[in-house]
């Protein structure tokens, strides 16, 4: 066993013709792979001992399966998948996997308005964003922007978090549950199941109805391989009777690194 991608899939919905070759192709695989010779491929695991093309440990199965109408990865027996990981080492258990390392971040929106501000409350809004990681250390997302302004002037952020307090000039974050000022916001969301995803939240921006905001801040990561964590932030905003008043804006860079 060796790196598995969780993503891909071991079933596949084709016709009852298609599953026939593939299950004629299959065993044909598996009464001349006897005879194929080693020179034939590199081995893509291999130490002094051994050399193993990735091809499947198990029952059997086929790497890639075409037609003109599908494309598929299939297994037999496939019982042993996830992450098992050391301070040494870590190996995903499974079938069809790459070892290709990489990292993937989606934002799911662009815009977040927070409407128009009063002295008398506070204004809240939230976005998501997801980040995987496959064969890294993990990985840290950052946000790399300044805080809303208004032309020459930039709002001002807590640096510690902080309740939010109407009348009081601040702009913060956080990416938890909340119930202050409203219920908004979620914990992260591991995908499928915290087997599998092993996305936290920074501290700081961890503590539920405490909002900050600091340049180039940490505000989550994984401190190894992970399948999918949606995260959700949280911001809220504050205006008091000395803000300026003026349209106030927040180009807002996340940015995500693997750690190796």
Same mark, same amino acid.
């Given at each position: 066993? #060796?790196?598995?991608? /969780?993503?891909?899939?071991? #079933?596949? +919905?084709?016709?009852?013709?298609? /599953?026939?070759?593939? $299950?004629?192709?299959?065993?044909? $695989?598996?009464? $001349?792979?006897?005879?194929?010779?080693?020179?034939? %491929?590199?081995?893509?695991?291999? *130490? =002094? &001992?051994?050399?193993?093309?990735?091809?499947? #440990?198990?029952?059997?199965?086929?790497?890639?399966?075409?037609?003109?109408?599908?494309? %598929?990865?299939?297994?037999?027996?496939?019982?042993?998948?996830?992450?098992? %990981?050391?301070?040494?080492?870590?190996? +995903?258990?499974?079938?069809?996997?790459?070892?290709?390392?990489?990292?993937?971040?989606?934002?799911?929106?662009?815009?977040?308005?927070?409407?128009?501000?009063?002295?008398?409350?506070?204004? *809240?809004?939230?976005?998501? @964003?997801?980040? /995987?990681?496959?064969? &890294? *250390?993990?990985?840290?997302?950052?946000?790399?922007?300044?805080? =809303?302004?208004?032309?020459?002037?930039?709002?001002?952020?807590?640096? *510690?978090?902080?309740? =939010?307090?109407?009348?009081?000039?601040?702009?913060?974050?956080?990416?938890?549950?909340?119930?202050?000022?409203?219920?908004?916001?979620?914990?992260?969301?591991?995908?499928?199941?915290?087997? @599998?995803?092993?996305?936290?939240?920074?501290?700081?921006?961890?503590?539920?109805?405490? +909002?900050?905001?600091?340049?180039?801040?940490?505000?989550? @990561?994984?401190?190894? &391989?992970?399948?999918?964590?949606?995260?959700?932030?949280?911001?809220?905003?504050?205006?008091?009777?000395?803000?300026?008043?003026?349209?106030?804006?927040?180009?807002?860079?996340?940015? %995500?690194?693997?750690?190796?």
């Amino acid at each position: 066993m #060796f790196s598995r991608n /969780k993503y891909n899939k071991n #079933f596949y +919905y084709i016709t009852n013709l298609v /599953k026939y070759m593939l $299950f004629i192709g299959l065993l044909m $695989f598996i009464l $001349f792979v006897g005879i194929l010779s080693n020179a034939q %491929a590199q081995p893509k695991h291999t *130490s =002094p &001992s051994y050399g193993v093309e990735e091809v499947y #440990f198990g029952s059997g199965g086929v790497t890639d399966a075409n037609s003109a109408n599908y494309n %598929a990865r299939a297994s037999l027996g496939d019982t042993v998948v996830g992450n098992s %990981a050391s301070s040494l080492y870590q190996i +995903y258990g499974g079938y069809t996997t790459t070892d290709v390392p990489f990292l993937e971040f989606t934002v799911s929106q662009t815009a977040v308005d927070l409407g128009t501000q009063s002295v008398a409350s506070t204004s *809240s809004g939230s976005a998501t @964003f997801t980040v /995987k990681a496959y064969l &890294s *250390s993990g990985y840290v997302v950052q946000t790399v922007s300044d805080p =809303p302004k208004n032309s020459s002037y930039t709002m001002a952020t807590p640096n *510690s978090p902080t309740s =939010p307090t109407v009348g009081v000039e601040q702009f913060g974050m956080n990416l938890r549950a909340n119930t202050a000022p409203n219920t908004i916001g979620a914990d992260p969301v591991q995908i499928p199941d915290a087997s @599998f995803s092993y996305g936290q939240v920074s501290p700081g921006y961890d503590i539920p109805n405490m +909002y900050k905001y600091n340049k180039n801040d940490n505000i989550a @990561f994984s401190n190894k &391989s992970s399948g999918v964590t949606q995260y959700t932030i949280t911001y809220i905003m504050n205006v008091s009777n000395l803000t300026p008043s003026g349209v106030y804006t927040m180009d807002q860079s996340l940015v %995500a690194t693997a750690t190796y």
